[in-house]
C-alpha cells in the first residue's frame, strides 16, 4: 500500500493555525522557528529539522514540539492511519504521562492545566477540519461513513 506523501504545505498551515489558537497573544521565537525551518528545508517535508521521528510508534509519527501559552511540551503529531494512506495530524497534549496521583497536592491544579491543554487541543483540530485538513476525528468520521455505506450495499 503506498502512502500519500505529505504537502509542505499543509504541514505549514497545519502548524500556522496551532501557532495562533495556542499563542493567542505572541507567539515565543522557539515555536516561530519551528514553522520557519520547514518553510525553509529542502527535501522531503518530514525529514525537516523542526518534524522529529517517533521511533517508539509503530507506524511512522512524526512530532513538533510548539507548546501553548501554559504548557511547553504540547506537540502536533503527523501520522498514519490504521489505513495507512495517508497522512493526517493529531494534537498531542503530551501531558497525561506526568499526571499526579489524586492525592498529591499538585493534582488539582495539573488537572486544570489539562483540562486547558485538551481544549487547545480540541480548538486546533477543529479548526484545521475547517480548514480542510486531514485529521484523526475527521478519519475516523469518513470510516464509519464508508463501513456504514459498505453494510447498506
Given at each position: 500500500?503506498?502512502?500519500?506523501?505529505?504537502?509542505?504545505?499543509?504541514?505549514?498551515?497545519?502548524?500556522?493555525?496551532?501557532?495562533?489558537?495556542?499563542?493567542?497573544?505572541?507567539?515565543?521565537?522557539?515555536?516561530?522557528?519551528?514553522?520557519?525551518?520547514i518553510?525553509?528545508?529542502?527535501?522531503?517535508?518530514?525529514?525537516?529539522?523542526?518534524?522529529?521521528?517517533?521511533?517508539?510508534?509503530?507506524?511512522?509519527?512524526?512530532?513538533?514540539?510548539?507548546?501553548?501559552?501554559?504548557?511547553?511540551?504540547?506537540?502536533?503529531?503527523?501520522e498514519?492511519?490504521?489505513?495507512?494512506?495517508?497522512?493526517?495530524?493529531?494534537?498531542?497534549?503530551?501531558?497525561?504521562?506526568?499526571?499526579?496521583?489524586?492525592?498529591?497536592?499538585?493534582?488539582?491544579?495539573?488537572?486544570?492545566?489539562?483540562?486547558?491543554?485538551?481544549?487547545?487541543?480540541?480548538?486546533?483540530?477543529?479548526?484545521?477540519?475547517?480548514?480542510?485538513?486531514?485529521?484523526?476525528?475527521?478519519?475516523?468520521?469518513?470510516?464509519?461513513?464508508?463501513?456504514?455505506?459498505?453494510m447498506?450495499?
Open positions: 500500500m503506498t502512502v500519500d506523501p505529505i504537502r509542505r504545505e499543509d504541514v505549514c498551515r497545519a502548524v500556522d493555525i496551532y501557532l495562533q489558537i495556542a499563542y493567542p497573544n505572541s507567539v515565543p521565537l522557539r515555536a516561530h522557528d519551528q514553522l520557519q525551518i518553510q525553509t528545508s529542502q527535501g522531503e517535508c518530514l525529514q525537516c529539522g523542526a518534524l522529529v521521528r517517533d521511533t517508539k510508534a509503530t507506524s511512522p509519527r512524526y512530532n513538533i514540539r510548539l507548546g501553548n501559552q501554559s504548557y511547553p511540551h504540547m506537540k502536533i503529531a503527523v498514519l492511519p490504521p489505513n495507512g494512506q495517508q497522512y493526517l495530524f493529531r494534537v498531542d497534549t503530551h501531558d497525561r504521562h506526568c499526571c499526579p496521583g489524586p492525592t498529591s497536592p499538585e493534582y488539582g491544579a495539573f488537572r486544570q492545566l489539562m483540562e486547558k491543554n485538551q481544549q487547545v487541543a480540541d480548538d486546533v483540530e477543529a479548526a484545521w477540519e475547517s480548514a480542510g485538513l486531514p485529521t484523526f476525528k475527521s478519519f475516523l468520521r469518513e470510516d464509519l461513513a464508508r463501513r456504514r455505506a459498505a447498506q450495499r
